[in-house]
């Protein structure tokens, strides 16, 4: 019973880890890997961001930022590609900051 009930909670919460991510195989005589977004070359057991926003190492990438879901409706959040994060502002004062009360990532 309490195995059903782990697995219950595992399922559960699944859906709450809402990160991008994806793995790549990684042959054991490597010694560098050829990131797929920029063509860029990296030794085994480095990681680096590129200019997708993923966070990588040679055996896979996960998306580095996050998607704002629930802002306030005088808000708006814009992308700011060069910083890899949303950032959200007064529509009408893009210099006034407001919060993010939910967000998920891409």
Not at 32 to 61: E, F, L, P
Not at 65 to 84: K, Q, W
């Amino acid at each position: 019973m309490k195995y059903l009930a782990l697995a219950f909670l595992l399922c559960a919460l699944a859906p709450l880890s809402n990160a991008y991510c994806f793995q790549k195989e990684v042959d054991p005589d490597m010694t560098h890997c050829q990131d797929d977004a920029d063509g860029t070359w990296h030794a085994v057991g480095s990681s680096w961001r590129n200019s997708r926003c993923m966070d990588c190492t040679c055996s896979g990438c996960c998306s580095g930022y996050s998607t704002p879901i629930r802002i306030p409706d005088e808000c708006v959040s814009v992308f700011d590609s060069e910083a890899c994060e949303y950032i959200v502002h007064k529509k009408d004062d893009p210099s006034v900051l407001c919060p993010i009360f939910g967000a998920v990532g891409k």
